[in-house]
T-cell receptor, first 113, second 113 residues
Framework: DADVTQTPRNRITKTGKRIMLECSQTKGHDRMYWYRQDPGLGLRLIYYSFDVKDINKGEISDGYSVSRQAQAKFSLSLESAIPNQTALYFC????????????FGQGTRLTVV | GNSVTQMEGPVTLSEEAFLTINCTYT??????LFWYVQYPGEGLQLLLKATKADDKGSNKGFEATYRKETTSFHLEKGSVQVSDSAVYFCALSDRSKDDKIIFGKGTRLHILP
């Protein structure tokens, strides 16, 4: 089984719809992250969480919300999807410390039409 | 703030050619430096890392040396293979900034047989 599992892998949704992307991890790490990948822009941090009660905004949090339901689960919601939220979304987890490796899911390709 | 700048792609090389992908960083603290690789249709995975000045990270024939004096972490490989075709991301994580990982924009590498 993968260390980090994202569902769904692909999703097409309409403008204005609410959508949730789910992420679960089996690494036992406290820290979890949501990134967005766009061509030519690399990965940009949306939200991150150090534990269930510690959630922080990243550089592009507007239009997104998150929920940390358990140590292993971190979901990302788009309350009212818009076309410029079309992107590839990645969830990641890592242990404590600046020198630790991040483990990524395979990504969710979201298209908003 | 912290940032990572890496050479723009795509980079196209013939098999067995020498590879260099340049990466420079700006950080207020003492970051750890990473190279991640993203193969087609997959999430990112750690390629190598270095946690202090003059450290050399290496893996799968790739190498990068943490140069504090030039704030650089260039990725090199002596003889590339078709299977090295992927997107490569330089990244840093700074203990003084919540250990967040900051990514460069990525460099797409194509290796021709």
């Amino acid at each position: 089984d993968a260390d980090v599992t994202q569902t769904p892998r692909n999703r097409i949704t309409k403008t204005g719809k609410r959508i949730m992307l789910e992420c679960s991890q089996t690494k036992g790490h406290d820290r979890m992250y949501w990134y967005r990948q766009d061509p030519g822009l690399g990965l940009r941090l949306i939200y991150y969480s150090f534990d269930v009660k510690d959630i922080n905004k990243g550089e592009i949090s507007d239009g997104y919300s998150v929920s940390r339901q358990a140590q292993a689960k971190f979901s990302l919601s788009l309350e009212s999807a818009i076309p410029n939220q079309t992107a590839l979304y990645f969830c990641a987890t890592r242990g404590q410390g600046a020198n630790t490796e991040a483990f990524f899911g395979q990504g969710t390709r979201l298209t908003v039409v | 703030g912290n940032s990572v700048t890496q050479m723009e792609g795509p980079v196209t090389l013939s098999e067995e050619a020498f590879l260099t992908i340049n990466c420079t960083y700006t950080a207020t603290g003492y970051p750890s430096l990473f190279w991640y690789v993203q193969y087609p249709g997959e999430g990112l995975q750690l390629l190598l890392k270095a946690t202090k000045a003059d450290d050399k990270g290496s893996n799968k024939g790739f190498e990068a040396t943490y140069r504090k004096e030039t704030t650089s972490f260039h990725l090199e490989k002596g003889s590339v293979q078709v299977s090295d075709s992927a997107v490569y991301f330089c990244a840093l994580s700074d203990r003084s900034k919540d250990d967040k990982i900051i990514f460069g924009k990525g460099t797409r590498l194509h290796i021709l047989p």
